[in-house]
Each structure stands twice: as structure tokens, then as C-alpha cells.
């Protein structure tokens, strides 16, 4: 992989607006696990083809398991835009809002918290958790998929 890296690297110095070149990129550094790393190249992919939804998607969960949930929530969000029945981008949704919430409870009393944020977090979830059921609704997979949102949704009120 260091080869494969460096070589890429190289490439890329020369080739700086080839979006293939920065998406290998992005899934080298996430074999690295290194999320920031991919997510960078991500938003260079991002930046050549803004309206692609799917790419999106794959820079807010690279910026999410590198702890940025609010920008990985604009990500989101951006993807769902785009493409509404995205459903990735709806459990994404999910995901990196309650991540952000999660990532807030572990503060200390000594952070200010912008409640705002956690506000618009909660109501992401709940959009979310709507358009997932929505695009369920009269399948079989539903009750199933109810359950599993419910450990989101419930604790929204809190």
C-alpha cells in the first residue's frame, strides 16, 4: 500500500483535477483507515462533480468516522438533495446526526453546547427516520425497519 500511496501521490501532483485519481486516493486512505486522509480526496471528488450524490454520501461517512458530524450531516443532506431516494443517504442522515448528538452528550459541563445544533440534529434524525419508513411502507422489510429506527427516534424528546 505505501507503493500504491506513493505512486498515487505522484500521479495526482501532476493530474491534481483527475477525480478518478482522488477517488482511488480516497479508498486507499480508507484501507489505511485513514478517514481524514479520505476524506480530503473525497472532497476533491466532491469539488469535480458537485452534483453526484453517491459522492456525497461517501465524503460524510469518511468525515464521520473521522469525527466531523456536522459537516458529514451538510453531506448528507446535499446527497438527499440531490437524490431523494437515496436510501444510503437516508440512513447517513440517521447516522451522523446521532453521531453529532452522541458526540455533544460526551462533553463536559465546561463546553458550551449550541443548541441550536442539537435541535437541527434531533429534527434530522426524525426527516430521516419519515423518509426511511416512507419508502418501506408496504413491504415486507417495514416492521423490521420501524424497530430498528425507533432507537433513534425515541430518544429524540430527551
Not at 114 to 141: C, N, R, S, W
Amino acid at each position: 500500500a505505501p507503493e500504491r500511496m506513493e505512486l498515487l501521490n505522484q500521479y495526482l501532483e501532476q493530474n491534481s483535477s483527475d477525480a478518478a485519481g482522488w477517488y482511488e486516493m480516497a479508498q486507499l486512505r480508507k484501507e489505511l483507515g485513514d478517514f481524514t486522509g479520505a476524506a480530503y480526496a473525497m472532497e476533491e471528488v466532491v469539488l469535480a462533480s458537485p452534483m453526484d450524490a453517491p459522492a456525497h454520501v461517501e465524503l460524510a461517512e469518511c468525515l464521520a468516522s473521522a469525527g466531523d458530524y456536522r459537516l458529514a450531516r451538510k453531506h448528507m443532506t446535499q446527497a438527499l438533495e440531490l437524490s431523494p431516494k437515496n436510501t444510503r443517504a437516508m440512513f447517513g442522515l440517521i447516522m451522523v446526526s446521532n453521531g453529532y448528538l452522541e458526540s455533544v452528550s460526551q462533553l463536559g459541563k465546561k463546553h458550551v453546547v449550541d443548541e441550536h445544533d442539537v435541535e437541527v440534529a434531533k429534527a434530522l434524525i426524525q426527516y430521516g427516520a419519515d423518509k426511511v419508513l416512507k419508502t418501506y411502507k408496504g413491504t415486507t422489510m417495514y416492521s423490521m425497519v420501524q424497530k430498528a429506527l425507533q432507537t433513534y427516534t425515541d430518544n429524540l424528546s430527551k
